[in-house]
């Protein structure tokens, strides 16, 4: 498996671009996860899905960030209108059922000029 | 206290030194402890894990000490390579088959040649 994949691997747009970052969790695992990493927070959970039902958006920072899970294999966050405090590195991640280890993703490298 | 409060920050040591980083939770309802470990560019991945019924768990160079009752859990390398600098995240899960994971802020490990 080629593990998660996320896409692109950077991105770079100015504020009030529409920003869409994409993620293909591994096969057969039913829980995605979508994190945000900075040097002040952290590694942040945004959202996640179960069975591509959002259970908890409670990270999500405001209106402008969105998440989708149409099917199994594919998921997006994003970000409209961006702002410069966006810029940071989103990860996605999968995991299978009740096995607990997270499969994380390379990452999107996000700036907003 | 869904917090996880991680330290040091960040942490040198010289090749063959015991670095030692340090968790400490509050809820009581977490029942599974990862460590993640992360090289500049990629996703954090899984290094080892311990469940709150057992005190030490080894693998190969990497130990964790859990200590139940002070709600702490902690990361050894023994023998630390240059190799094994990363940044280090601890994590707590709680929420059964709908659960998450909660990350401590990370720590910076750089091991000395």
């Known amino acids: 498996d080629a593990g998660v994949i996320q896409s692109p691997r950077h991105e770079v747009t100015e504020m009030g671009q529409e920003v869409t970052l994409r993620c293909k969790p591994i096969?057969?695992?039913?829980?995605l996860f979508w994190y945000r990493q900075t040097m002040m927070r952290g590694l942040e959970l945004l959202i996640y899905f179960n069975n591509n039902v959002p259970i908890d958006d409670s990270g999500m920072p405001e209106d402008r960030f969105s998440a989708k899970m149409p099917n199994a294999s594919f998921s997006t966050l994003k970000i409209q209108p961006s702002e410069p405090r966006d810029s940071a590195v989103y990860f996605c991640a999968s995991r299978q059922g009740v096995d607990y280890g997270y499969t994380f993703g390379s990452g999107t490298r996000l700036t907003v000029v | 206290q869904q917090q996880v409060k991680q330290s040091p920050q960040s942490l040198i040591v010289q090749k063959g030194g015991i670095p030692i980083i340090n968790c400490a939770y509050e809820?009581?309802?977490?029942?599974?402890f990862p460590w993640y470990q992360q090289f500049p560019g990629k996703g954090p991945a899984l290094l080892i894990a311990?469940?709150?019924?057992?005190s030490e768990k080894k693998e190969g160079r990497f130990t964790i000490s859990f200590n139940k009752s002070a709600k702490q859990f902690s990361l050894h390398i023994m023998d630390s390579q240059p190799g094994d600098s990363a940044t280090y995240f601890c994590a707590a899960y709680y929420g059964g088959s709908q659960g998450n994971l909660i990350f401590g802020k990370g720590t910076k490990l750089s091991v000395k040649p």
């Open positions: 809820n009581t309802a977490f029942d599974y």
């Open positions: 311990i469940r709150p019924d057992v």
């Open positions: 096969s057969g695992h039913n829980s």
